[in-house]
């Protein structure tokens, strides 16, 4: 027994997934992290309990009519559907009598425990296809988990690991189907081809977005044929096998997210968002007949590469590092490297030109630019393990350059986890724009660590008129401090909250430990 455990805690990739799982842990708030998932949450709460989608109170700034004139969720399935399972447990469990003087309190006891067990799974499963990908494409055991370390610790992926939207989820099946589909390239195995294409067919149903990314899979297996000089009838071949596989299973997830439309809204052609710009425009035709597509494309296209506000360059500054490197480095670089660059390079390109013009061009309420956060990340998950394989062939300057970029991304994701994230959005209605978000977040962390926030003018009495949102913002955004804040929990419930959040952040150091130890006896092997 002993041999075993100690042949488990010297699996890389299981002490991988036990860090995963353990940041996870240690960053819940035990909030959903946004009004988008709580209405989430809702849809998945109505398809087995006799709750409606969107509550009449909720319209018109949720929610829009349809058959019947039904007032319907304008999202997609994806997320509420991951939800599904822990919901019904969630529920179960906030229904049990010693939660009876909670009551609904928020963080209520089933948002707890949604969010911690499914921010855990998918943090863990993420990991997991990270390093699998990472292997495939040649790169060692350790530079491997050096990239998914990078990837959990260092881009806005540990922001949305707290935040509980749909990014981290669309991130995990887009890694899933670049994983399996290069693996089929290289094994030929029609099992790995279908889960490949389900993966990227299942983001359909998350967010129709995520297009892309499948048009980005599918370009990724061409270029990879293509930098291989598969040529004439044999690139025929691989493309005809591909298709066999990927068409129908794309066409099949198609179908499922328009019986979905249809089922909510009577029609199998049109879209949730022609719907509610219909039902806005009607009722106030001031927005502008284009509405919501009413931002000047430069404006939305500049503004999430240079505004301190979003800038991508500034909230996942591993992707400077990473464009670098691929940039240095493509003669050194494998085929499938070379065409996982491209590949995820031109998606966040679309990406950011599709949301330029969007009137909400970068999330609104968000850490950085939450629509096209996930594909920078894709992007800069190769920095760490292109930064260490190269170190040698690429100097000091840009050993040193990489060093600091990554020390710089671990402090600004931290960052972002020790507020609720509409605090700087809040206090640029008084401080204006521009505003450097990550510099001001600093400043509220230290203010508020010393008691300073009125003194240095960050005072959050007069930000909003919601209770919630004021308790929300004038705590540390970790469970633990936000029982306490709020006051409704026993004494010893925030006590025990506090053990066992110190005893998670004491385990995740000691596992980060251990895998520095595996990786300095991998590489002396």
Sequence with gaps: MTSGRLSWFGNPLVMVGLAAALIAFVVQSGELGSSDTTHRLQSTHSFWSWDPPVFPDEYPEFG?????????????IGQSLLMLPVD??????ERLHVFDNYGETDPSVRDIVVVYLTQILVN????????????????SVNHSIAGVLALLLATTHLHYTQNMMENNYICLLTLTGFAFEYEWLRSGSRRTLLIGTGAFGLNLLTRIT???????????????????EVRGRALWERCRAYAVIAVPVFCLFGFLDRLYQFYRFGSWTNTYAG??????????????ANWPWTTRWHVGFLGALFKPEKSIFLFDPLIILALLLLVLHWRRLSSEVRAYGIATCLMLLAYLSFY????????????????VSTAVELVALMAIPLLLKHRHDAGRVVWGVGIFLVCASVVIQIESLLFWLPLEIYQEETLGHPTFVIALRLKNIVAFALGKMGAWGLNTEAMTQDPWDYVHITCWNFLPFLLRRVGEAPEWVVRVAFAIWYAGLAALAATLLRIRVLAKRLHEA
């Design 64 to 76: 829009v009519h349809g058959r019947h004139g039904s007032l319907q969720s304008w999202f997609g």
């Design 88 to 93: 019904i447990l969630g529920t179960w469990i």
């Design 124 to 139: 863990v499963l993420t990991a997991m296809v990270c390093f699998k990908l990472l292997r495939l494409f040649a790169f």
């Design 210 to 228: 995520t297009g892309m990314d499948l048009l980005a899979g599918v370009l990724f297996v061409g270029l990879v044929l293509w930098f291989d």
């Design 275 to 288: 719907l509610v710009a219909k039902e806005t425009i009607a009722r106030d035709p001031s927005v502008g």
């Design 356 to 371: 330029a013009r969007y009137f909400a061009w970068a999330g609104d309420f968000a850490w950085g630019d939450r629509y």
